[in-house]
T-cell receptor, first 112, second 116 residues
Framework: SQQGEEDPQALSIQEGENATMNCSYK?????LQWYRQNSGRGLVHLIL?????REKHSGRLRVTLDTSKKSSSLLITASRAADTASYFC????????????FGKGNQVVVIP | EPEVTQTPSHQVTQMGQEVILRCVPISNHLYFYWYRQILGQKVEFLVS????????KSEIFDDQFSVERPDGSNFTLKIRSTKLEDSAMYFC??????????????FGPGTRLLVL
């Protein structure tokens, strides 16, 4: 399968701590995106990183991309209870330019 | 901020019945998608739609499925004869360009379909 695949970890952290989750994929990509899903709800786009970028920041989010290792990480700094959610990476490029391939998701629980 | 909307939020149906899931994409977007997520599993691509025709579909999107843009605002997914395994959350998404070109796909809140 040529899909984004997160390390299927359930992460439980204290509010204020940093949360890091990883994603690996198997083929060349154009972009990698991270989405958040609150329990049973829709997918919220967080950040997109292009294949020629190595790091990107958006507020408390930091995404890295290592195309040589075909992996990405998402760091949430100074976590809040509201960050409790599942986080998915999604890649494009293998099946065609417009189909996103999602990983299984990392469940993050931030304890107040 | 513009958003994708979906109706209904929940749908319960009997096996073999037809269901139509509705979506209103973001108004200036040209590309439309359906994805589904079976409980506890990955989000899976079903179909993409551009210029009033299907541009890409997955192996999941068989003859039981169809999509339509009946007017200038709605985008629908029809399942002709539902099966138990069609039970899932169905997400509509839209974008103003190709994912490979760095365009974000914006997702709706989903319709949870339960087939009994």
């Amino acid at each position: 399968s040529q899909q984004g695949e997160e390390d299927p970890q359930a992460l439980s952290i204290q509010e204020g701590e940093n949360a890091t989750m990883n994603c690996s994929y198997k083929t060349s990509i154009n972009n990698l995106q991270w989405y958040r899903q609150n329990s049973g709800r829709g997918l919220v786009h967080l950040i997109l990183i292009r294949s020629n970028e190595r790091e990107k920041h958006s507020g408390r989010l930091r995404v890295t991309l290592d195309t040589s290792k075909k992996s990405s990480s998402l760091l949430i700094t100074a976590s809040r209870a509201a960050d409790t959610a599942s986080y998915f990476c999604a890649t494009d490029g293998y099946y065609g330019n417009n189909r996103l391939a999602f990983g299984k998701g990392n469940q993050v629980v931030v304890i107040p | 901020e513009p958003e994708v909307t979906q109706t209904p939020s929940h749908q319960v149906t009997q096996m073999g019945q037809e269901v139509i899931l509705r979506c209103v994409p973001i108004s200036n977007h040209l590309y439309f998608y359906w994805y589904r997520q079976i409980l506890g599993q990955k989000v899976e691509f079903l179909v993409s739609f551009y210029n009033n025709e299907i541009s890409e579909k997955s192996e999941i999107f068989d003859d039981q499925f169809s999509v339509e843009r009946p007017d200038g605002s709605n985008f629908t997914l029809k399942i002709r004869s539902t099966k138990l395994e069609d039970s899932a959350m169905y997400f509509c998404a839209s974008s103003d360009g190709l994912a490979g070109g760095g365009k974000t796909q914006y997702f709706g809140p989903g319709t949870r379909l339960l087939v009994l």
